[in-house]
């Protein structure tokens, strides 16, 4: 007997006959024993159709109204994939993630799972019910439903899977499993067995859309192992755990390379040359929970001061500029500029530690392109650049095809 938690995206329920494709693989693979957590999305593009709308009626959606609104995709599906699988004669309910107990922070539109109290699942599942678990959503203390930000359902599979000490958690997508690249735009990258968290994490940090950083954080810190599978083909995928137990994978210094095209850069420009304006500035960012990256401060054209350049998320790019623009007369900087048109490419493996050459071997792959580096960053385990947006994917496959030659 084992207790399963399957996670399946958009585009696994994305019509009634997907709806049915995965009903039955889940039905043809389920042991008499097993218990099943079902975790779903909203229905292909429907999260992005609800943003759109909203963006419609108010150029300025309040995040509360927001969450009620996009939350609504999941119960959609929910309800449709339990009736499918009453269909074909299973027990099975549908519940939100509040009736799941997923508790959150009230940090609405990027809302972070304080904790989960499985008791209703656990007795739905004592009942004989295969469980079917809105994702992406979960219940604020203040009464008010939330979202966990994009991508949050692979969030929600995990803190399931963990607050049921599930054996397994089971990522279902639209890919085979975690690959060097994202395939779509590098044809040759390659599927990776496994993966650890860290890994991971700083991949999906910086783009990886194949699942949440949150959710990669989660399983590390519970211990959760991940299968990021396909829900189209029925072949192994990669698994996410703390430690690489395969020879092979132990070997690449690098283990994939990333875009990011949601990204902007924000330049405040002459800030006065002493103590506490960093602070004064990325306090008023966290303080809005707006998340900065790729800081660099150098010398402005103007004597005794410095410009100070960053980049953030594409989404908070509005609410970075109103945050700065209060700032602007307390602090007499000159201005603040903004730009929507750049995208950051990353090269990412804890191998890169203590192995020079992996920073020249990016910025010559990228020259030979003829791209131009806007700002350059590191950690021990990644280095990312900032490019023009229209060179992302020539970067990412000249990158890609660096460090992983293509085999003959
Ligand atoms: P879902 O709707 O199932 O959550 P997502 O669209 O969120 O699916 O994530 C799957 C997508 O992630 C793939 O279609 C792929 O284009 C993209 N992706 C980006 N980087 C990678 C990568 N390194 N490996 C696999 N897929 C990736
Ligand atoms: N439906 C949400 C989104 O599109 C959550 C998810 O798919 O994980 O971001
Ligand atoms: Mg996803």
Known sequence: MALLVKKFGGSSVATPEKIYHLVDRVLAEKKPDDRIVIVVSAMGDTTDDLVTLAGRVSEHMPKREMDMLLSTGEQISIALLAAAFQARGQKAVSLTGPQAGIRTNANHTKAGILEVKPDRIVKALDE?????????????????????????????????????????????????????????????????KEITFADMLELARLGAGVMQPRAVEYGEHTGVDIHV????????????????????????????????????KIAVRGVKDTPGVAFRIFDALAKANIDVDMIVQSASAEPQKNDIVFTCQKADMADAAGVLETLKPEMGFSRVDMEANVAKVSVVGA??????????????ALAAKNINLIIISTSEISISCLIPKDQVEVAVNAVHDHFFPKQA
């Not at 020879?247 to 690098?254: L, M, S």
């Not at 191998?351 to 010559?364: D, S």
């Open 128 to 192: 004989g019910n295969i469980v079917v678990v809105a994702g992406f959503q979960g219940l604020a203390d203040t009464g008010d439903i939330t979202t966990l930000g994009r991508g949050g359902s692979d969030t929600t599979a995990v803190a399931v899977a963990a607050g049921l000490k599930a054996d397994m958690c089971e990522i279902f997508t639209d890919v085979d499993g975690v690959y060097t690249a994202d395939p779509r735009v590098v044809p040759g990258a390659r599927k990776l």
């Open 229 to 264: 599978r396909s829900t189209f083909h029925n072949v192994e995928g990669t698994i996410i755990r703390r430690n690489y137990t395969l020879e092979e994978e132990k070997e690449y210094v690098v283990r994939g390379v990333t875009s990011d095209v949601n990204v902007a």
């Open 351 to 364: 191998g890169m530690l203590g192995n020079p050459g992996i920073a020249a071997g990016m910025f010559g």
